[in-house]
C-alpha cells in the first residue's frame, strides 16, 4: 500500500509547527553551554549560531524543492532512495530511525524529564534522600509511550497535539526571554568577557558547530509528512522556510538570555550539570531559586513539543520503508479506523523507549545524555549530507515545469555539502571517537541491507 492512501489534512500551520517542534528542543536548552565553556566568547557563540541557522537556511532551500518533486511519507528516505538505490536507500532508512529519531527521542524524553523533576529532586536531596536513579527513564518512557499512543488516533489527534504542545513551547521560551531581559538580574558587560573573536581557536569554534548543528537538526521535519499535506508544492516550501527561519531568529535571542545572565566567567567554576542545563542556570542567574525552579518545569514543558514530532515524524520512515518492502510488512498496515499508520507509530516508540533504557545500562546515569548527543550528532550530519546531495541527481533526471524550485541553484547545495565537510574534518580532530561510531553507524546499514538479501 502507498502513501496515496494516506490522507492529505495536514496544512500550512501544522506542517510549520513540525519543522519548529522538531528543531527547537533539547538542543537550545543544553548545548550553548558546552560552546561558551570550549570558546569562552559570547561573540564566537553568536557567530556560530548564526552560520548554523544559515547552514540550515540552505538545506531548507534544497529540501523544499525535493519534497515537492517527492511529496511522499518518508522524507529524506524517499529521496535518497530515489537517487542512489535501494542498497543506499535501506542503510540511510536504517540508520535514520536509530540516529535521527529513535536515539533523539530517548534523549530529549529525558531531558523533558530532568528539567520537569528538578524541583522534586532539589527538595528530595534536600532533605537527605538519595535520587533513585530509574526515575528518571521510567518517566521518560512513560512520556514517549502516552504521545505515541495519542499519534495512533489519527491526523486529526497528531494536530491537535502537535499544535498546541509547539504553541506552548513558543509562548514559554517568548516569555523566558521578554521577562529575562527586561525583569532579570543580568549584566551586559557579559558580552565584552572572555576571548575575542580574533584570537579564538579556529578547531575550537569549527569543533563546537557539532552542538549548534545537532540544535537545528530537524529544520527537514514536515518534508517526512510531505504525502499529507494540502497543496503540497505550495504549503511545504513555505512551511520549511518558515520555521527555519522562525527558529534561527528565535536561537540568536535566547543565546542574547544566557549571555546576559551568566557569561563565560560565570560558568568556570561551574559543574558540568549546571553546564548543561545552561537554560535552568541562566534562569537561576536572572531570577533566583524561587523562581527558577519553577520556570525550570515550564522550560521542560516546551521539549514536550519535541517529542511528539519525533515520534511522529519518524514513523513515517518505517511506513515508508516497508512500502518499499525494506522493512516488515506489519508497519505498512493503516488503521481503517483512525486513517493513520498505527504499527508504525507503535515501532518508532518502543524503538525509543528501548534506547533510552539502553543508554542507561552502558553509559549509566550520569553520562546517558552526552554519549548519546555525540553519537547521534555526526550521523545527522552525514545522513542530511547525503540526502541534500541527492538533489543532484533528481534535477538531471526531472523534467517538471511546476512546482517550487530552490533560487541561485546550485549555490544551496553546494554551500551546504562544503560547510558539513569542513565540520566533519575538524570533528575528527577534536574527537575522534564519536564521529568514528557515528560514522560506523550509519554505515551498519550495509551489513543488515545484505543480509535481508540474502534471506
Not at 340 to 357: D, E, H, I, Q
Request: charged residues 10%; proline residues 5%; hydrophobic residues 50%.
Amino acid at each position: 500500500m502507498s502513501d496515496s492512501s494516506l490522507p492529505r489534512q495536514f496544512g500550512f500551520w501544522t506542517a510549520t509547527l513540525v519543522t519548529v517542534a522538531s528543531m527547537v528542543g533539547v538542543g537550545i536548552l543544553t548545548t550553548s553551554g558546552y560552546i561558551i565553556r570550549s570558546t569562552e566568547s559570547p561573540s564566537t557563540l553568536m557567530l556560530l549560531w548564526i552560520i548554523g541557522g544559515v547552514v540550515s537556511l540552505a538545506g531548507a532551500l534544497t529540501f523544499a524543492e525535493l519534497a515537492t518533486l517527492l511529496p511522499h511519507a518518508g522524507g529524506d528516505y524517499v529521496f535518497v532512495r530515489r537517487a542512489y538505490g535501494d542498497g543506499v536507500g535501506f542503510m540511510y532508512g536504517w540508520a535514520t530511525l536509530l540516529l535521527g529519531f529513535a536515539g533523539p527521542t530517548a534523549v530529549i524524553a529525558h531531558a523533558l524529564v530532568v528539567y520537569g523533576l528538578l524541583p522534586l529532586r532539589a527538595s528530595w536531596i534536600a532533605d537527605g534522600g538519595t535520587w533513585p536513579e530509574w526515575i528518571t527513564p521510567t518517566v521518560a518512557s512513560i512520556v514517549i509511550l502516552v504521545l505515541t499512543l495519542v499519534h495512533c488516533r489519527g491526523q486529526r489527534s497528531s494536530s491537535w497535539l502537535q499544535n498546541a504542545t509547539t504553541l506552548l513551547k513558543v509562548t514559554l521560551l517568548s516569555t523566558f526571554v521578554i521577562t529575562g531581559l527586561f525583569a532579570g538580574h543580568g549584566d551586559w558587560q557579559h558580552f565584552s568577557q572572555g576571548r575575542p573573536l580574533a584570537d579564538q581557536s579556529v578547531p575550537v569554534a569549527v569543533s563546537s558547530l557539532v552542538y549548534v548543528f545537532y540544535g537545528y537538526s530537524g529544520w527537514n521535519a514536515s518534508a517526512y509528512i510531505a504525502g499529507e499535506v494540502q497543496n503540497t508544492s505550495k504549503t511545504l516550501p513555505r512551511a520549511i522556510l518558515a520555521g527555519c527561519g522562525l527558529v534561527t531568529l528565535l536561537y540568536l535571542i535566547i543565546n542574547v538570555v544566557y549571555v546576559y545572565a551568566i557569561g563565560p566567567i560565570g560558568l568556570e567554576d561551574a559543574d558540568m550539570q549546571q553546564v548543561e542545563a545552561i537554560a535552568e542556570t541562566a534562569a537561576r542567574a536572572l531570577f533566583g531559586p524561587v523562581i527558577s525552579e519553577p520556570l525550570s518545569v515550564l522550560i521542560g514543558l516546551t521539549i514536550l513539543a519535541s517529542v511528539s514530532a519525533y515520534v511522529l515524524t519518524g514513523s513515517r520512515i518505517c511506513y515508508a520503508m516497508a512500502c518499499d518492502n525494506l522493512f516488515p510488512a506489519y508497519a505498512r498496515q493503516i488503521s481503517t479506523s483512525h486513517q493513520t499508520p498505527v504499527a508504525a507509530v507503535l515501532t518508532m516508540g518502543f524503538a525509543s523507549v528501548t534506547l533510552l533504557w539502553g543508554s542507561y545500562l552502558i553509559a549509566g546515569a550520569a553520562d546517558a545524555f552526552a554519549s548519546l548527543l555525540n553519537f547521534t550528532t555526526v550521523g545527522l550530519v552525514l545522513l542530511t549530507s547525503l540526502a541534500v546531495s541527492s538533489v543532484f541527481v533528481h534535477r538531471r533526471r526531472a523534467e517538471r515545469s511546476d512546482g517550487y524550485s530552490m533560487p541561485w541553484y546550485p549555490l544551496p547545495p553546494i554551500f551546504f555539502l562544503l560547510s558539513t565537510g569542513v565540520l566533519m574534518a575538524f570533528a575528527f580532530m577534536q574527537s575522534p571517537g564519536p564521529t568514528l561510531w557515528g560514522t560506523l553507524a550509519v554505515l551498519s546499514g550495509g551489513p543488515v541491507y545484505w543480509l535481508l538479501k540474502k534471506r
